[in-house]
């Protein structure tokens, strides 16, 4: 068994089964299903997002395998990625508690707690309208370059997070966002795989999705430019000599996302 609890949950838990404590936490749920439970609560007036895991069946299992997907089979995989990114410097979640008991990973029953980032607005909402309405030019250059950095140093930190996307940066507006002010930070891990180095494809995967999700912002070939030299660290005629595969697959890939999303959602569609 593993558990590890900080304030306020080691004061709060003191003495007591923190697994049965986990699950009695009360608030607003944002997932239920049968093997995990999403949930923000608050304690002392403080807000926390809840993570339950309760191991997903080897039935499950074996379908992720069969497909090629990787199963996530407990909360270890988000608390990992956190301390990875953490000592990578790369902003995200700060969690306060974490516990794991049982090996069988079919049953295996877990959590993770972390403190609320509030107040935050993803950057799907804040460039929501920029196609309409562009940014400041500073500004807009002042985030490309923070979040290439913040792709850049996750990557060689050894960590790929299959949920890629700009939903999945939480810009803090407790202060009006400028371009030498721009606090943001990375969410949503629980899928996210943690190694030695991250395998190409892994990256690219990583990569298509953050460029689908960017599409519709109004980025320039130019923007696009800036990203790749912060993320790669490298003069853009060498990226573009040594990138060239990658480079062709995010065009190739973003175009067959479009396509199915267009898909999934036309007119009409499951009515």
């Not at 807000?47 to 039935?59: A, D």
């Not at 049982?102 to 029953?109: I, K, L």
Request: charged share 25%; hydrophobic share 45%; with cysteine.
């Amino acid at each position: 068994m593993k558990l590890i609890l900080d304030e306020p949950f080691r004061s709060l838990w003191a003495g007591r089964d923190a697994f049965a404590e986990v699950e009695a936490l009360q608030g607003e749920v944002f997932r239920e299903l049968e093997a995990r439970r999403t949930l923000r609560t608050e304690i002392d007036g403080r807000g926390y997002f809840v993570k339950i895991h309760r191991g997903v069946g080897w039935g499950e299992i074996a379908k992720n395998w069969l497909t090629a997907k990787a199963p996530v089979l407990g909360a270890g995989q988000e608390w990992r990625a956190i301390r990875a990114l953490q000592d990578a410097g790369v902003p995200t979640m700060t969690a306060v508690a974490y516990g794991e008991k049982g090996r069988n990973p079919a049953t295996q029953h877990s959590f993770i707690i972390t403190e609320e980032l509030a107040p935050t607005i993803s950057l799907e909402d804040f460039t929501g309208h920029w196609l309409s309405n562009p940014p400041a030019p500073a500004l807009k250059y002042a985030l490309i370059h923070a979040v290439a950095d913040m792709a850049g140093r996750m990557h060689r930190a050894g960590v790929n997070h299959r949920d890629f996307y700009i939903c999945h940066f939480l810009l803090n507006i407790a202060e009006e966002p400028r371009a030498d002010h721009l606090p943001l930070s990375l969410i949503d891990l629980h899928r996210a795989q943690v190694r030695h180095a991250v395998p190409r494809r892994w990256r690219d995967k990583d990569l298509a999705g953050l460029y689908f999700s960017a599409l519709g912002i109004g980025l320039t070939n130019r923007d696009k430019l800036r990203f790749l030299k912060t993320y790669f660290r490298k003069p853009i005629r060498q990226i573009v000599i040594e990138e060239a595969v990658l480079l062709a697959m995010l065009e190739r890939k973003a175009a067959r996302l479009q396509t199915r999303f267009e898909r999934k959602y036309a007119p009409g569609r499951g009515e």
